[in-house]
Every structure is written in structure tokens, then in C-alpha cells.
């Protein structure tokens, strides 16, 4: 993150993380924070994220190996780079990008392509 100049992305799936509460806090300005700022009412329900069933979804880690074409739920078709214990490094069209595999598995957010 601290390379980050001109174009940071938090990914949260769950819910927002005390470290992405940190960094809005203090990446944004004042008057942003006051628009993107959690409701006060401690009545206001907590969503519960619902994953609709991907039957193409990749289920295990043995499915997945470097070289290997794959499509993101999110940002589509790409290629496996990088792959270890935690996390899969996919090269896309325009950007690489990497992933915790725990959470694509859990979201089923990648099928072989």
C-alpha cells in the first residue's frame, strides 16, 4: 500500500475491516468521509452477504496451477502467475492483481476458463 500513488483498491467481503476504517479515515478528506460515513443508528441492521452458488466454481486448491486460464467473478478472464499456500496472482487484461484463497474459494469467485 505504501507504493499506492495514484490508485488504491480495499476489497472487503465480510465486513469492513478496522484497518480500511484506519485508511478511510485517513485517506479522505473531511467532507468525503461525512458522505461514505457508517449510519449512527445502532439500530440500522447488519447485512448478511449471500454468495449465489457458482457450480462452476474452482473448489479446492489442487484445481488451480501456475499457467492455468481462469475467470474471476469480479474482473474476468485471466491468467494464474503466482500461486502459494495463501494467495493466487492473476494477470488480467489490463493489471495484475492478488488474491487471498481462502476468500475465492469461500466466494467461489474463480472457474476455470
Do not use: W
Amino acid at each position: 500500500m505504501t507504493r499506492a500513488k495514484r490508485h488504491l483498491e480495499l476489497l472487503s467481503y465480510d465486513k469492513e475491516s478496522r484497518f480500511v476504517e484506519e485508511v478511510r479515515r485517513i485517506a479522505l478528506p473531511k467532507m468525503k468521509q461525512a458522505a461514505v460515513a457508517k449510519p449512527s443508528s445502532p439500530k440500522a441492521p447488519k447485512a448478511k452477504i449471500t454468495v449465489p452458488d457458482n457450480p462452476d466454481a474452482v473448489r479446492s486448491v489442487e484445481e488451480l496451477r501456475v499457467g492455468a486460464n481462469i475467470r474471476h467473478r469480479v474482473f474476468g478472464n485471466g491468467r494464474i502467475t503466482d500461486l502459494d499456500d495463501e494467495k493466487v496472482g492473476i494477470q488480467f487484461a489490463k493489471e495484475h492483481k492478488e488474491f487471498l484463497l481462502e476468500i475465492c474459494l469461500q466466494y467461489q469467485l474463480l472457474e476455470l476458463a
